[in-house]
C-alpha cells in the first residue's frame, strides 16, 4: 500500500495510532473513485472470527502492543462503513467524511474495550462508532444546529415517519401532502428531502459504474446473535428505567428543560425556553449543563459502562 494513501487518524492517542487506509482524494487521479478505492483497500483485511478476535482482544489489553491494536481496527474497518450507511441519509456531504469520523469511534473502542467483561468487541465498537458519527453530523449539518428554525427541526425529525405513516394509508406522500400535515410550507419539505434523500447510498449498488462489486460485497455479517439482541435490550430497558428515575429528582424548570431539551422527539431551542420560562437564555443553558453533569454522575454509578450512552452529550460540561 503506498505511503501517501495513508493517513493516521488518531494522532493524539500514541498508544493506538495505526495508519489506517483512509484515502486522500487528492493524492488519486480524477478518474478514481475515493470511495471505490478505499473499499478495495480494506477488502485486502480478513475478518476476525470471534475466538481470534477475543484472543487479540485481550493480548492488546494486557501488553498495549500497537501492533495488536493495528489488527483489531482494520478487522473492523468494513463495521465501520456498514454503520456509516445507516447515517448516511442525513448526510449531504462526502461519505468518506462518515467514515473517517467512525474510524476515530473504532479507535477510541480499542483503547477502552475490557475483553474480560464478556461483550463482544464489535458489539462494544458499535457504541462508540454510531457516537462519533452521530456527533459529528449534528455538529456539522447546519440544519440540526441550534438555530435553525421550528419548521427545520420538525422536518428533519419526523419527514421519514410522516412518508411512511402516508405511504402505509395508500397515499403517495407527495411535498404537498406532508407539508399540510406538519404545517409547513411545501418548498421546505422540498429542500429537505433533497437533503435526506437524495444521496442515499444502497448497499446494492455498484462502487463504481464499471464494476459488478457491491457495496454489500465488502461488508461482513455485522446481524447480532440473539444472546447480544437480548443483552442490548436489558440495557437499553435498564437505561430508560434510569432516566424515568433522574426525572424523578427534577422539579420546576429543572424538569421542564431536560425534558424539553434532551427527551422530546423535538428540543426546544434556548430562546423558545427562556420565553417560556420567562428567563434569559443564557440561565436556560446553566441549568441545562448542570442538569447534564447530574445525569452523567447519576448514569455513571448505576449503570456499567455508562458511557456508550453518554457519548452523545456535550462534552465541554
Do not use: C
Request: charged share 35%; proline share 4%.
Amino acid at each position: 500500500m503506498k505511503e501517501e494513501n495513508l493517513y493516521e487518524l488518531d494522532q493524539a492517542s500514541s498508544e493506538v495510532s495505526p495508519q489506517l487506509p483512509v484515502v486522500l482524494e487528492e493524492s488519486l487521479p480524477a478518474k478514481f473513485d475515493p470511495l471505490q478505492k478505499y473499499l478495495r483497500e480494506i477488502s485486502k483485511y480478513p475478518v476476525l472470527t470471534r475466538e481470534e478476535e477475543e484472543q487479540l482482544a485481550k493480548a492488546y489489553y494486557e501488553t498495549k502492543d500497537p501492533r495488536l491494536a493495528y489488527k483489531l481496527v482494520v478487522s473492523n474497518l468494513k463495521l465501520v462503513v456498514k454503520i456509516a450507511l445507516e447515517f448516511q441519509k442525513f448526510w449531504a456531504h462526502n461519505f468518506l467524511d462518515l467514515i473517517q469520523e467512525g474510524n476515530l469511534g473504532l479507535l477510541q473502542a480499542v483503547k477502552k474495550f475490557d475483553p474480560y467483561k464478556g461483550v463482544k468487541f464489535s458489539y462494544y465498537a458499535s457504541f462508540w462508532i454510531k457516537a462519533y458519527i452521530l456527533k459529528y453530523i449534528m455538529d456539522n449539518w447546519k440544519l440540526v444546529k441550534m438555530g435553525t428554525t421550528q419548521a427545520q427541526r420538525k422536518l428533519f425529525y419526523k419527514l421519514r415517519k410522516e412518508k411512511e405513516k402516508l405511504a402505509a394509508l395508500g397515499f403517495e406522500p407527495t411535498s404537498f401532502e406532508i407539508a399540510k400535515r406538519l404545517g409547513v410550507k411545501e418548498k421546505e419539505v422540498e429542500e429537505m428531502e433533497q437533503r435526506m434523500f437524495s444521496q442515499d447510498l444502497s448497499l446494492e449498488a455498484p462502487v463504481a459504474h464499471d464494476s459488478e462489486d457491491t457495496l454489500a460485497n465488502f461488508l461482513k455479517d455485522t446481524r447480532p446473535t440473539p444472546e447480544e439482541i437480548y443483552a442490548k435490550e436489558e440495557v437499553l430497558s435498564k437505561f430508560k428505567r434510569l432516566l424515568k428515575e433522574f426525572a424523578q429528582t427534577l422539579s420546576g424548570k429543572d424538569y421542564i428543560i431536560f425534558y424539553e431539551r434532551l427527551l422530546a422527539e423535538e428540543p426546544k431551542t434556548l430562546n423558545e425556553l427562556s420565553q417560556k420560562l420567562g428567563i434569559s437564555k443564557e440561565r436556560v443553558r446553566q441549568i441545562e449543563e448542570k442538569i447534564i453533569k447530574n445525569l452523567k454522575k447519576f448514569l455513571e454509578e448505576r449503570l456499567p459502562d455508562a458511557q456508550y450512552y453518554t457519548l452523545a452529550l456535550p462534552e465541554n460540561l
